[in-house]
Every structure is written in structure tokens, then in C-alpha cells.
């Protein structure tokens, strides 16, 4: 397991300028299953896969309502999306009890983004193991953030994040200049195609994904499983619309832990994304 | 400085009154939307209603800024509620919350006076009634604020209700219709205008039963 | 409750400003005061301002001790920059402005602290109009034309006789110096050189100070004293 003197606490940079740490909690939230997200200019929907530890236990809750106005998906260590979407339902509302109005998606995604990154510059303190696409509308549109443990955000049109990604990623990287004005549908449809693609040749059930959706007129809400299903049956989905996609994805996790230190395995700063 | 000073106070009453009625499958509850301080009238169209959940809608008077600190706490708790328990409070749950919530402030009180009404989860109208520091009951109907003492003995007259002393205990409820019970409202609010000063201009009436929740409003003396 | 060594609280006043007036009408808000701010009963200033614009959707008008009042502006001053720093699109409206000085009246009151003032707020946007109050112990409400102090008394029932959604302008403008009129005829502190300011969607305007046109020469007026009997 030893990888090198400088990946034993957060605090200590490698001469290569990287923090091993923080990567490593970024290698967390590949391992937890997918979670999608996609956005047009009135809607925002988040996707995900639910993955059982085993046969015998049900799958644990990757999407959570932060407020009417916000949502989150996550991917990871599920204990500490659970502890930051606690954060950001109490920030929001904070914010709606002094101001009678809802917080600005992007400013709780600053927020967010501050308190990950606060736990990647103390030495008592271990970065968060997860991931989370925050979906949200306010005055200034419907958005979509990817949080990441190392403090970083962006926002997109479209992301995926967890194990088999890439496959649902090089989806909808195929798809997204059409987001911006597609209907509520349209978006769902993609949602669901695009967790399909990530399932890698299981099959598309509404039992082995969450979808949820928030938008003008519609408050953040977790579709029921009947209704994902329905949805499921009337795209037909279920059938291969086409041959399964290359898996790039599995090449980069392997390569990942044998690193030693060196920039030799990415091309770009390893902080993005 | 030695001119006497009028001491300042951190309370106000700005008047009004709340009247909540239980019925068997329903349950009105109704504030007139008055807001005065003193001898001013401050609005006449300020609601002290507060939907607190699905089943609870909470009508306060008294001092406003306390009663808005209140809804707004009640509901940032329902708001907690919701998140952890992926459903809305009962009310009674709602009932207790008021209480404990009221209580917590026993030595510098919420000047609030409430009536809670609602359905409980068998579907049966429900109310409840408060001091400022918490203490509650269950009962059939109620009256809070200004114009309760005049409203109060015109309901007892009207319903009847079976003494709370009978043993087995009798329902609470009140054996009339809904219409009837929102009529009953109407008349005892032209009433407590008459006399009372700080309740008029308009009723505001919330009737909550199976099929969901509706308004209605009637004007009052305005003088 | 109160102790010689711990009152650093507003128990009373030192200088006031008298009522501020403010309707909605056609295009936004308009507002109206008075220049006056009195030491009791000493007109101790005479060019105080007390409607000022807050951010980019709002105006604020107090009446009540004046340095509680500016010292509310620099709370504000700096709720608006960090807003502004975001610089993301998103803005405090008029309401959100609202509702955070309601938040810090009513704190101030629950430690028995209060900043002496009755203040209104009126502003607009994205077309949405907003007028209400709040006052030093925390009550406030919205309504289609306010007024604080003796204006409450005095200039409300014109408004409630003569308030109309879809008054123009000048139609506002005039409304408010009839109000302002009977103020400067029957409160003492008011004094006769006045501010009136609007906001639509496109800002904020404060108009110049000017003064009212009077007439003290009603024969009732001439002498005061003609038949009220006296010692002197």
C-alpha cells in the first residue's frame, strides 16, 4: 500500500507539486457508482445507479433534496455526502429564514466548495471522500456543479461521476449541445440512457437507479420507482440502441494507484476535476 | 438626563382575533386580518394564518413580531422534519412542537396567543389551544386574541359541546357541517367586530378537510 | 434589569427625524420626508437625509434617532458589497433587503437594544413592486402606501381616500406634498424643506430639497389667542 514519504497527510506537498491525499480522495468518489447529471435551461436532472454491498441489503440513498430549489447526487463515500447535504439543507435555510428567499445555487456551491477545501490545508483534518453534482434553479437559471473533495467546482451542461462514468461521460459528451433546449423529457430520457450506458450491459430497471428532477414550476423531487419505470418502458430503453461503448474508464483506475509520484501518467493538472 | 422617560418595552399587542372549529372530517380555522397598534391601525390586510404543514395551519395574535419569529421558527423546524422523516408533521406532532417551542422561551415568552387546527391521522378535525408559555389542550373549538372573550361564550352557547368532566370522555368534535361551521365562524367575527376595535376589515377563513385545503375571505367593519 | 454600568442601550433618543411617507404607484415606489432632525424639542439640524438608496432595487427611509439610522446604512453598505462580490448574477431585492433589517431590528429588541428607528423600505424588481415597514421592537408588514410616526395619524387616510394602483408620476408626487403639507401644518418637528425620491426599474432618483407652498393666513390663524382666556 506504501506509495511514497509524501501521501502521508494532507498537509505535505510532493516535489511535484501534487497533494497525494487529496487525489486519493478523488480516487474515493471513482469508486462509488455512477451518479449523471444534465441540464437545460429550465430543468436540471440528476441520475443515478444504485449499487447493494450484497445480495442481502438494499442499496444506500445517493440523491438527496437540499431544498425546494436544490438537489444534490453524489458519489463516494456516502457518510460524508450525507454529512455535507446536512450542511447545505441547514445552510439554505439559514439563508431563507433572514432573507425570505432562496439561496443562490451558486453561492451554496462556493460555500461547499470553501468547506472541502479547508480539509485539504489542516493537518488534523482528511479531505471528503465524495463527490456531488448539485443540481439547482434560481434567478439567474437552472444550473449544474460538480463539487469535488479537493475544494474545486465547475459547472456544466453535463457530468458524470462514479465507476463506469466515461461510458455515460462519452454519451453525453456526444449529446450536450442539444441540452440547453430540451424539454423536461427529453432530459430524463438522456438521464436514463446515459446511467444505461455506465450499467455496462446490465440491464436499465428502475430498481437499479434513482432519477430526480428540479425546474421552473417543479420544486427538486426524487421521481418514485413506478414512474421511472413507466418512463423506462415508454423510451425502450431497455433494448441496446446501440453496441456498448469502449471502456477507457478501466484503464485510468488501474493506472491510478500504481502511480509513483511522478506527472507521468496525466497529461493535465491532476487538480482538474 | 433627568427627565422621566416612558420606559421602553419590547412588547406590543397588535390585537386581532383567531377562531379554529373542529368538526368530524374537517376543520376551519379563521383570524380576522386587522393589524393595529394602539389606537392605529397599522394594515388591514395582514394574515395571521401560517400553514405549518399539509394538516396544521396555525392562526396567532398578539405581538406580530414575535408571532412572525414563531411561524418562522415552526417552520424552519417542519422544514428539518421533512428532511429526516420524508413526510410532513401530523398535527398533533405540530401541536407538541408549538408547545415545546413556546416553552423554550417561558421567561422572555413569545407574546403569542395560538390556536392550532388541523386534521390528526385518523382524518378527524383537530384543535388546540395556547397561552404564551406553552400550555395546551386539546379541545372542540376555540377562540384566541383580542376578541375572545366575546367569541369565546357565543361558541359555548352555539355548540354544546359535551363536558370535558364526563366520564367515559365524549369526542371534542363539533356535530356540525362544515358549511354551518364556516357560517358560525362568519357570524361570530361580524360580532366580535361590533365591540371589539382591534379585530374588523376582514376575515380570512382556511378549511381544511379530505380533499385538501381551501380560502375564503369576508369583508368586515372597517371603522 | 437595566444597571447604571452596563447601559450602553438605547433608552431613549438623542436626535429624531419625524415621518417618512412612501407609496407604490405606477412605475415603483415613491417616498417622501422631511430635512428636520431634532434634539427633543430643538431643531437641531436642518439638511439630514433620511431616504437613501440601497443597492440597486431599493430605497430606505427612516424616521427615529438619527445615528441609529446611519449606523443601519453601514450594516447595509456592506450586506450590499459582499452581494456585489459574488458577482454572480444574483441580487438582493427589495424584499430580501426587508426581511434582513426585520431580522436585525428584532434582534436588536431581543437584547434589548434597539435601534430607535421606524423604517420603510420600498424598492422593485424584475417589475415585482415592494413597499413595507419595520419598526425598533421588530413589527413589520407590507402595504401599498406606508407612513411612519404621526404620518400613521395624519397622512393615512388621505392615502387610504386617494391611493390608487395605477397613479402616475405626477399624480404621486402631488399626493405625497398634500401629505407632506399636513404634516408641516400640524407636526411641530416637521420642517419645510423636504425629499421626495422614486425608484422604478430603472434605479433610484433622489430629487433636490424644496420647500412647500404655504399659506398661514387663514383669519382662525391671525390670532391665536383672540378669546381664549388667560392669566397673561
Not at chain 1, 494532507?10 to 480522495?25: I, N
Not at chain 1, 438537489?71 to 454529512?83: E, K, N, S
Not at chain 1, 444505461?196 to 420507482?225: M, N, W, Y
Request: proline letters at 4%; aromatic letters at 10%.
Amino acid at each position: 500500500m506504501f506509495r511514497n514519504q509524501y501521501d502521508t497527510d494532507v498537509t505535505t506537498w510532493s516535489p511535484a507539486g501534487r497533494l497525494f491525499q487529496v487525489e486519493y480522495a478523488m480516487e474515493a468518489v471513482k469508486q462509488g457508482s455512477a451518479a449523471i447529471g444534465l441540464r437545460s435551461k429550465t430543468h436540471v436532472v440528476l441520475a443515478c445507479v444504485n449499487k447493494s454491498n450484497s445480495e442481502l441489503s438494499s442499496h444506500q440513498k445517493k440523491i438527496f433534496k437540499v431544498d425546494d430549489h436544490i438537489g444534490v447526487a453524489i458519489a463516494g463515500l456516502t457518510a460524508d455526502g450525507r454529512v455535507l447535504s446536512r450542511y447545505m439543507r441547514s445552510e439554505c435555510i439559514n439563508y431563507s429564514y433572514t432573507y425570505e428567499s432562496p439561496l443562490p445555487v451558486g453561492r451554496l456551491v462556493v460555500q461547499l466548495a470553501d468547506k472541502a477545501q479547508v480539509c485539504t490545508q489542516r493537518s488534523w483534518k482528511r479531505p471528503y471522500g465524495v463527490g456531488l453534482l448539485v443540481a439547482g434553479l434560481d434567478e439567474s437559471g437552472a444550473h449544474l456543479y460538480y463539487n469535488c473533495p479537493s475544494g474545486n467546482y465547475f459547472e456544466y451542461q453535463a457530468f458524470a461521476i462514479g465507476s463506469r462514468s466515461q461510458a455515460a461521460k462519452t454519451y453525453l459528451e456526444r449529446r450536450f449541445q442539444n441540452f440547453n433546449d430540451s424539454s423536461r423529457e427529453d432530459l430524463i430520457k438522456d438521464a436514463l440512457v446515459a446511467t444505461r450506458e455506465s450499467l455496462q450491459g446490465d440491464k436499465l430497471r428502475s430498481s437499479v437507479c434513482t432519477v430526480a428532477v428540479v425546474g421552473v414550476g417543479e420544486p427538486f423531487h426524487i421521481l418514485d420507482q413506478e414512474t421511472v419505470q413507466r418512463l423506462i418502458d415508454t423510451f425502450e430503453i431497455v433494448k441496446e440502441e446501440e453496441g456498448p461503448l469502449a471502456e477507457p474508464e478501466q484503464a485510468t483506475e488501474q493506472a491510478a494507484p500504481t502511480d509513483q509520484g511522478g506527472a507521468e501518467n496525466q497529461g493535465g493538472s491532476p487538480m482538474d476535476i | 438626563m433627568t427627565k422621566k422617560h416612558a420606559n421602553w418595552s419590547p412588547y406590543d399587542n397588535n390585537g386581532g382575533s383567531c377562531v379554529a372549529i373542529a368538526g368530524a372530517d374537517y376543520c376551519v380555522i379563521a383570524a380576522d386580518t386587522r393589524m393595529s397598534t394602539g389606537y392605529n391601525i397599522l394594515t388591514r390586510d395582514y394574515s395571521k394564518i401560517s400553514q405549518l404543514a399539509d394538516k396544521a395551519v396555525m392562526a396567532s395574535s398578539g405581538f406580530q413580531a414575535d408571532v412572525k419569529a414563531l411561524q418562522k421558527a415552526l417552520s424552519a423546524k417542519h422544514l428539518i422534519y421533512q428532511h429526516q422523516h420524508n413526510k410532513q408533521m401530523s398535527c398533533p406532532a405540530m401541536a407538541q412542537l408549538l408547545s415545546n417551542t413556546l416553552y423554550y422561551k417561558r421567561f422572555f415568552p413569545y407574546y403569542a396567543f395560538n390556536v392550532l387546527g388541523g386534521l390528526d391521522n385518523e382524518g378527524k378535525g383537530c384543535v388546540f389551544t395556547y397561552d404564551a408559555v406553552g400550555s395546551y389542550e386539546r379541545v372542540g373549538y376555540s377562540a384566541q386574541g383580542s376578541g375572545s372573550t366575546l367569541i369565546i361564550p357565543f361558541l359555548d352557547n352555539q355548540l354544546k359541546s359535551p363536558s370535558p368532566l364526563l366520564l367515559p370522555a365524549k369526542d371534542a368534535v363539533t356535530p356540525l357541517s362544515e358549511t354551518e361551521a364556516i357560517d358560525l365562524v362568519k357570524t361570530v367575527f361580524a360580532s366580535a367586530t361590533e365591540r371589539d376595535i382591534y379585530t374588523g376589515d376582514k376575515v380570512e377563513i382556511v378549511i381544511l378537510n379530505a380533499s385538501g385545503m381551501r380560502r375564503e375571505y369576508m369583508e368586515l367593519r372597517k371603522d | 434589569m437595566e444597571r447604571v454600568a452596563d447601559s450602553q442601550r438605547t433608552l431613549y433618543p438623542y436626535v429624531t427625524g419625524t415621518s417618512v411617507v412612501a407609496i407604490k404607484y405606477k412605475d415603483g415606489i415613491l417616498m417622501a420626508a422631511d430635512m428636520g432632525g431634532s434634539y427633543g424639542s430643538t431643531l437641531r439640524y436642518k439638511s439630514v437625509e433620511r431616504i437613501k438608496p440601497i443597492g440597486k432595487h431599493s430605497l430606505l427611509g427612516a424616521s427615529g434617532e438619527i445615528s441609529d439610522f446611519q449606523e443601519i446604512l453601514r450594516y447595509l453598505d456592506e450586506l450590499i458589497l459582499y452581494d456585489n462580490m459574488w458577482d454572480d448574477g444574483n441580487s438582493l431585492g427589495p424584499k430580501e433587503v426587508h426581511n434582513y433589517l426585520t431580522r436585525v431590528m428584532y434582534n436588536r429588541r431581543n437584547k434589548f437594544n434597539p435601534l430607535w428607528n421606524a423604517l420603510v423600505l420600498g424598492g422593485i424588481k424584475n417589475g415585482q413592486k415592494y413597499l413595507g415597514m419595520v419598526n425598533m421592537i421588530g413589527i413589520n408588514f407590507e402595504d401599498n402606501h406606508v407612513a411612519t410616526g404621526l404620518g400613521n395619524h395624519l397622512t393615512r387616510p388621505i392615502l387610504r381616500d386617494e391611493w390608487h394602483e395605477n397613479l402616475t408620476f405626477e399624480e404621486g408626487v402631488k399626493l405625497l406634498e398634500k401629505c407632506m403639507r399636513v404634516l408641516l401644518y400640524r407636526d411641530r418637528s416637521a420642517v419645510n424643506k423636504i425629499q421626495i425620491s422614486k425608484i422604478t426599474d430603472e434605479g433610484a432618483t433622489l430629487f433636490p430639497p424644496f420647500s412647500l407652498k404655504t399659506y398661514w393666513e387663514f383669519s382662525s390663524f391671525k390670532n391665536p389667542t383672540a378669546g381664549a382666556e388667560g392669566s397673561w
